[in-house]
């Protein structure tokens, strides 16, 4: 069980992100489940990172299938290379 304070914490800033990246979880556990769409229902961009499907694919605005440790780093240096 998460600590009641760092749920809510969550939910605030699930509500106040412009995006929200969703990286190696199942998206079935409750309530730490809610939090994606949460952040859809904000109008934030959602990104998943995962190595399978999960229900949350299908709402995603942006799919990255893969191991958090190989497709995170390559997120990364677009974003540098973006930034340059």
């Known amino acids: 069980m998460l600590p009641e304070q760092a749920i ?3 939910f605030t800033a699930s509500r106040a992100c412009d995006v929200f990246l969703s990286v ?3 998206t ?3 309530p730490a489940a809610f939090l994606p769409s949460e952040a859809l229902n904000a109008e934030a961009i959602v990104v998943e990172i ?4 999960t229900p949350l694919t299908a709402y995603a605005h942006f799919v990255l299938e893969g191991a958090a440790g190989v497709v995170l780093p390559e997120v990364l240096k677009c974003l540098e290379a973006w930034r340059r």
């Open 8 to 10: 809510a914490d969550a």
């Open 50 to 53: 995962n190595p399978q499907p």
């Open 28 to 30: 079935v556990v409750y």
């Open 24 to 26: 190696g979880t199942s």
